[in-house]
């Protein structure tokens, strides 16, 4: 299997923009999270599915922040107006399903806003 | 709330020394206790587990023992190599609430010299 796979693995830009990032989880698992890293705030987790519903999201920051999970193989993970506070590296990671404690995580994308 | 605990790094070793990180935590109930690894520019991984107490998970010449009575996990290395340069993350999985989500430790730096 490849992986969890993210797309970008860098974007720069703009204060005010619309950001998307992206996320495939491994074929056959059933939970997805999403997750942001910085170093003042260390690893926080922003939201997880499990069967393509939003279980918990109590960690989005703000109304800035959206998650989408349309179907088993995609979410979007979505920053509108983007902000330089935003500045962080963003990891994906999918678990075989809901409480089954390994998770495997993408390369991250690493996300500046100017 | 659940919390994870880990000793302030960076820790900077050369090779062949002994290695230990520590890591302490807060839970309800009986939680399953991780060791995860990222290394540079890339993703976490797992690298050892331990689900009850007095449980010892290994891994690459790494072990934790799970400390209910200490509520404990400290990763050890008897002999670390420049190639363990990473930062290693302590976590823990719960339940009620907390089902289904990891909660991480800040993360502690290793950088081994040859």
């Known amino acids: 299997d490849a992986g969890v796979i993210q797309s970008p693995r860098h974007e720069v830009t703009e204060m005010g923009q619309e950001v998307t990032l992206r996320c495939k989880p491994i074929?056959?698992?059933?939970?997805l999270f999403w997750y942001r890293q910085t170093m003042m705030r260390g690893l926080e987790l922003l939201i997880y599915f499990n069967n393509n519903v939003p279980i918990d999201d109590s960690g989005m920051p703000e109304d800035r922040f959206s998650a989408k999970m349309p179907n088993a193989s995609f979410s979007t993970l979505k920053i509108q107006p983007s902000e330089p506070r935003d500045s962080a590296v963003y990891f994906c990671a999918s678990s075989l399903r809901e409480g089954y404690y390994e998770q495997y995580f993408g390369p991250g994308t690493r996300l500046t806003v100017t | 709330g659940d919390s994870v605990t880990q000793m302030e790094g960076p820790v900077t070793l050369s090779e062949e020394a002994f290695l230990t990180i520590n890591c302490t935590y807060t839970?309800?109930?009986?939680?399953?206790l991780f060791w995860y690894v990222q290394y540079p520019g890339e993703g976490l991984q797992l690298l050892l587990k331990a689900t009850k107490a007095d449980d010892k998970g290994s891994n690459k010449g790494f072990e934790a023992t799970y400390r209910k009575e200490t509520t404990s996990f400290h990763l050890e290395k008897g002999s670390v190599q420049v190639s363990d340069s990473a930062v290693y993350f302590c976590?823990?999985?719960?339940?009620?609430?907390?089902?289904?989500?990891?909660?991480f430790g800040q993360g502690t730096i290793l950088t081994v010299h040859p």
């Open positions: 839970a309800t109930g009986y939680p399953s």
């Open positions: 976590a823990l999985s719960a339940g009620g609430t907390s089902y289904g989500k990891l909660t």
């Open positions: 074929s056959g698992h059933n939970s």
